[in-house]
């Protein structure tokens, strides 16, 4: 859906980059307000992502946003995407990229949720989660990305990654995760999502 517009962003890049091996001239390093801007278009020039398919990034710490990065670049994380944009790009400008976002203020996504699960799951997150996922999940500890405000389907999706075996858990997250049912589980994303 976006692809198109991505692509043409790859093509320019291509022809700047071959402007300057012909005419040797040496381009400034980008800007982080420049390398972001290729992320803009799915993740959003206002702090909110643009789909229910991709996560917001602004107000997610920088070792978080950094770390998905390096895991997407080296294919520990499975992705539909951004495998082959992370290739693109060194740890420097992952950590400004990281940076830049972190700086950013989150604008919560506006979806439908279901209220009883999401009260559900605002007792369940206390005991289960809570110990990294700080702050009702707008926080991380360490490298734990914000869960706070994000698309339903994109967490349904990446637990559904965990759960296959695709993505990798941290072990304490596996087995919280492992010990509680399908229904329960779904009560916690739906709460998370939920959070402004
Ligand atoms: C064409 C759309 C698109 C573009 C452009 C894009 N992303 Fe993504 N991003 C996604 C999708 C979709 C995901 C979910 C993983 C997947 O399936 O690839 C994602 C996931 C992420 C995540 C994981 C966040 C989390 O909460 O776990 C990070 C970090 C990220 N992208 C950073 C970036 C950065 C930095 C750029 C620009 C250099 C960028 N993305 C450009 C679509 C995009
Ligand atoms: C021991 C710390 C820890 C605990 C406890 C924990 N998590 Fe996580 N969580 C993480 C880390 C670290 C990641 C990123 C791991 C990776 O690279 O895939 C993560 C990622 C996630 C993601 C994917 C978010 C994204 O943007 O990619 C979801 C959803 C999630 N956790 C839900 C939960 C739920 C629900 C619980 C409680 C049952 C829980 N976690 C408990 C540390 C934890």
């Known amino acids: 859906m976006k692809r198109t517009r991505w692509d043409k962003k790859l ?10 091996l012909i ?25 909110g992502s643009a789909g229910p ?22 294919g520990e994380r ?17 950590e400004a990229l990281g940076t ?7 604008v919560a996504t506006v979806q439908t949720l279901d209220p009883k699960r999401v009260a559900r799951g605002a007792d369940l ?12 999940g707008r926080e991380g ?3 734990t990305p914000a869960v706070a405000g994000q698309w339903l389907p994109y967490l349904q999706m990446q637990m559904a990654l965990y759960l296959e075996g695709q993505r990798k858990m941290p072990e304490k997250m596996a087995q919280r995760v492992k010990s ?17």
């Open 141 to 143: 500890l360490d490298d």
């Open 53 to 74: 398919a991709m996560p917001s990034l602004a107000g997610q710490s920088q070792v978080a946003i950094a770390t998905a990065m390096k895991k997407f670049k080296s």
């Open 11 to 20: 093509g320019a890049t291509a022809l700047l980059l071959a402007c300057g």
């Open 100 to 106: 830049y976002f972190s700086e950013q203020k989150l």
């Open 78 to 94: 499975p992705s539909s995407i951004m495998g082959r944009i992370a290739k693109g790009y060194t740890e420097a400008d992952f």
């Open 180 to 196: 509680l049912s399908t229904e329960d589980l779904e009560s916690l994303l739906h709460f998370y999502a939920s959070v402004k």
């Open 125 to 136: 997150q206390v005991m289960q989660c809570s110990s990294c996922h700080l702050d009702d």
């Open 23 to 47: 005419t040797g001239v040496q381009a400034a390093p980008p800007s982080p307000a420049m390398l972001a801007n290729a992320c803009a278009g799915c993740h959003g020039t206002h702090g």
